[in-house]
């Protein structure tokens, strides 16, 4: 096994240790909430001023979860994204999904850019390679980060072997992570309150989101072949 190679396991499990104490810790302090969501006899009223009664102790814990499993390959957040919705509300929830994207996807550029990648798969050097054929590479970066099902980790490859500027990087994962972020928060919050055609419709849009990405990067791979 080769240096780069251990680094990444480690910091793999260590990442995997943090998400089981970070859950653990969040579980605990939502435990009654939990359980009051959980009783179909709760009063909503209550149940809501409950959940939301927690500050930020908890809303730095999540960020951090956000944070950890977005720079973990193959570990999806968007669970915790809509948790942060029914915990936080819309709109401090937007803000913390995107701050824990952010943070999360800047630690693995910062391991890529000190350590380098074990070797890389097929799907990277496609997505590399119709990446590097736009006129505006910055933009297929963006749209990269917007995809829920594309490993962030790709894109962030991608970004390095492109040598874009931390700046335009910082920008691109802020818009890449907003529309994703949006919905998870306002689907949470949706959720919390009962009012499921908002939370099916965000799930639909994520969808939709997903679909309409992959049509504009074939497309966009097509015209540059």
């Not at 009783?39 to 909503?44: I, N, W």
């Not at 496609?126 to 099902?149: D, H, Q, V, W």
Request: proline share 4%.
């Amino acid at each position: 096994m080769n240096i780069r190679l251990k680094v990444k396991v480690m910091f793999i499990v260590l990442g995997l240790i943090a998400i089981i104490i970070l859950g653990y810790i969040i579980y605990k302090d939502y435990s009654a909430d939990f359980k009051l969501f959980l009783d179909p006899d709760a009063d909503r009223t209550q149940l809501i001023e409950s959940i939301r009664s927690h500050k930020l102790k908890d809303a730095l814990l999540l960020v951090a979860l956000t944070a950890v499993m977005c720079a973990i390959p193959g570990v999806p957040n968007s669970v915790i994204g809509i948790l942060i919705g029914v915990c936080f509300g819309p709109w401090i929830g937007v803000v913390m999904n995107i701050t824990g994207n952010i943070l999360g996807n800047v630690i693995v550029i910062i391991m890529l850019h000190k350590f380098g990648t074990s070797k890389k798969t097929n799907r990277s050097d496609e997505f590399i390679a119709n990446i590097s054929r736009m006129k505006n590479p910055l933009f297929g970066i963006t749209a990269g980060y917007m995809i829920p099902i594309l490993p962030s980790v790709i894109v962030n490859y991608t970004a390095v072997k492109l040598k874009l500027p931390l700046k335009s990087l910082l920008l691109a994962i802020t818009f890449g992570v907003l529309p994703t972020s949006f919905l998870y928060a306002f689907g949470g919050d949706a959720l919390l309150k009962g009012n499921t055609k908002i939370a099916i419709l965000s799930i639909v849009c994520v969808a939709l989101l997903v679909f309409l990405l992959r049509f504009i990067q074939k497309r966009q791979a097509k015209i540059s072949a």
